[in-house]
């Protein structure tokens, strides 16, 4: 848990006020990315960064999704013990980990890509 609260504090910010990152959010940091970058290589790296974060969380959302229909059927599944619920949701939860690692990697990567002003323009002051 104690992962989970720092992922989403690191991937959070002033733009994203704590929250998980969503696909649109990622459009929003890009459109925001836009406005402050001037320099066009740093800009095409950061959109670079940003489409590869955004292929992450949409990555994860499926896996999400699909999770949730394997528990519901598991649920109706009368026979089904609970260490199958169990195990599906221990997958799920190193699916979110491994994604939130790779998240947290991409923003390390954006950071680096601009300037510590531009940073500034695009999430406040962090």
């Known amino acids: ?7 989403v504090f690191l991937l ?3 733009l994203l006020g704590g929250d998980m990152v969503t696909p649109g959010e990622v459009d929003l ?3 925001r990315v836009e406005l402050a970058v001037d320099d066009p290589a740093r800009a ?4 670079q960064v940003l489409d590869k974060l955004k292929t992450e969380v949409e990555n994860f959302d499926e896996i999400f999704i699909d999770s949730g229909d394997s ?5 109706l599944d009368h026979d089904a013990g609970s260490g199958k619920i169990l195990r599906t949701l221990e997958a799920l939860n190193l699916e979110w980990y491994v994604s939130q690692q790779r998240s947290i990697k ?16 695009v ?4």
């Not at 095409?44 to 959109?47: G, Q």
């Open 1 to 7: 848990m104690l992962v989970a609260m720092l992922t």
């Open 12 to 14: 959070g910010g002033g």
């Open 29 to 31: 940091i890009g459109e």
């Open 44 to 47: 095409a790296t950061a959109t």
């Open 71 to 75: 528990l519901r059927d598991l649920y």
């Open 106 to 121: 991409l923003r390390e990567e954006l950071k680096q890509s601009i300037t510590a002003d531009e940073w500034a323009a």
């Open 123 to 126: 999430f406040g002051a962090e």
